[in-house]
């Protein structure tokens, strides 16, 4: 680069004879040239001053040129060029220092010829095509990297936009379910308790009949009564009712869950038992559990009301439970489990497998969109990168601690509280 005020390139000549010195002065007239007389004075003025090239005398009081030049080449300014000029013409030497870094070699009896220029500007050129090289790479480098972030933040704008796809699909579907079932569970409630009151009524009505006819009954109602086994039946209402009430019951809770549920994707915090996404979660699944024979062991621990998004810690559970549906094969066991961390006021979901494991080598890449081991259509690998930022969302961490053939245990840590909740 040439120095600003001249215009001229500016170079350090590193020479202690004078007779030489003058001649540089004149045969270099087109560069703005700076005189030291020792390699010690050329190595500081480096470091106080930019220069374009350095002219370095090999036979020099002090320390010698091969020195200097390699103290330019381990130091701050190594790019500089450095053009060589010895008394001796010596192949092996120029060798050398070509090898060291000189950007030229030049002996004493090319002083008064153009050569010295020549070479000077030669590579002055040549730093001037590296130093544009370097900046395209550069250049090129920035783009890439630019265009490497672009690339990931749509794919993880496009996972956003898949996951919320399918979750708001999902809580469309099963809040249509719920609704569906809802209303014949209505009717069906209530036509059972009234026929439970009025069969009661005609109970004790029959039971009025008998005492009143005594054992004198006619032969043909004795006989109907003996057909259908009528004080079998008379003794088993009860218990039929009992029985259908808690039928009804359980359907109750199912399409309760089912409702719960279907608030997947509320972008809403609110004030909740944190037990509640677990249970609905469960409710879930219960099906593909059922279907797989999983031994489903479910651990509650009574935990505070917190404030947070229950539809979305639903989606977390969700996902980590039928992970690890999709990961047990025979004799499959899986413990769902939530803990109270009284000292750190903080609470945990643990989702444990006895399956396969997670192998080493891809650990660190399941939290990642997109990433998946299973075939198409059975995973799209998001299940984990949503159960993460969900995670994040809620100021929590989530952790894993697997062991090959042992299986996996994901444990969700929230804070019981958020620093933004109404107080
Ligand atoms: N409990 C587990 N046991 C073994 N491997 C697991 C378990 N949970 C996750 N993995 C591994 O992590 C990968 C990523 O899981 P993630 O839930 O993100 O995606 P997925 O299950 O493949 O697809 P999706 O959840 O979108 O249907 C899985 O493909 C699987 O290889
Ligand atoms: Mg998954």
Redesign the pocket.
């Known amino acids: 680069m040439p120095s600003q005020e001249s215009g001229r390139s500016r170079i350090l000549v590193i020479e202690d004879n004078k007779a030489d010195q003058g001649v540089f002065g004149r045969t270099l007239a087109a560069f703005d040239l700076t005189f030291v007389d020792s390699g010690e004075a050329g190595l500081s003025q480096i470091e106080l001053e930019p220069f374009d090239l350095v002219l370095l005398d090999f036979q020099l009081p002090g320390i010698n040129g091969d020195l200097v030049l390699s103290a330019i080449r381990s130091g701050k300014h190594a790019e500089i060029p450095v053009v060589v000029i010895s008394g001796i013409g010596n192949e092996r030497l120029a060798v050398d220092l070509l090898k060291r870094g000189a950007s030229d070699y030049l002996t004493k009896a090319d002083l008064l010829t153009s050569r010295v220029a020549d070479a000077i500007q030669e590579a002055l050129d040549r730093r001037a095509v590296e130093n544009s090289r370097r900046r395209g790479e550069e250049e090129l480098r920035l783009r890439k990297d630019e265009l490497e972030r672009s690339f990931r933040q749509l794919q993880e704008n496009q996972g956003r936009l898949i996951q919320s796809e399918k979750m708001a699909g999902m809580g469309q579907l099963v809040a249509g379910v719920a609704h569906e079932i809802n209303n014949p569970l209505s009717y069906v409630t209530n036509n059972i308790a009234v026929l439970d009151r009025d069969v009661r009524q005609i109970v004790a009505l029959m039971a009025r009949y008998r005492a009143y006819l005594g054992d004198d009954l006619p032969p043909e109602i004795q006989s109907a009564e003996d057909a259908i086994d009528l004080d079998y039946s008379l003794g088993n209402i009860d218990r039929l009712f009992r029985s259908t009430r808690q039928g009804l019951q359980r359907v109750g809770e199912i399409v309760a869950g089912l409702r719960d549920f279907s608030r997947i994707d509320e972008a809403e915090f609110k004030q909740v038992d944190p037990n509640e996404p677990v249970r609905s979660t469960v409710e879930m699944v219960r099906y593909q559990i059922r279907q797989k024979n999983i031994n489903l062991i479910v651990e509650i621990d009574p935990l505070p009301t917190v404030w947070c998004n229950p539809g979305r810690l639903n989606q977390v559970l969700l996902?980590l439970l039928?992970?690890?549906i999709?990961?047990v094969g025979d004799s499959a066991a899986i413990t769902v489990r939530t803990r109270f961390l009284a000292e750190s006021d903080e609470f945990q979901y643990e989702v444990s497998?006895n399956?396969?494991?997670?192998p080493e080598s891809?650990r660190g890449k399941?939290?990642d969109p997109f990433?998946?081991?299973?075939p198409q259509g059975?995973?799209?690998?998001?299940?984990?990168?949503i159960a993460y930022n969900i995670v994040q969302e809620h100021r929590g961490r989530i952790e894993l601690t697997?062991e090959t053939g042992a299986g996996?245990t994901?444990t969700v840590t929230l804070p019981t509280h958020q620093p933004d909740e109404p107080i």
């Open positions: 996902n039928v992970n690890a999709q990961a497998d399956g396969p494991g997670i891809i399941i939290f990433f998946t081991t299973k059975v995973g799209t690998g998001l299940g984990l990168w697997t996996t994901f």
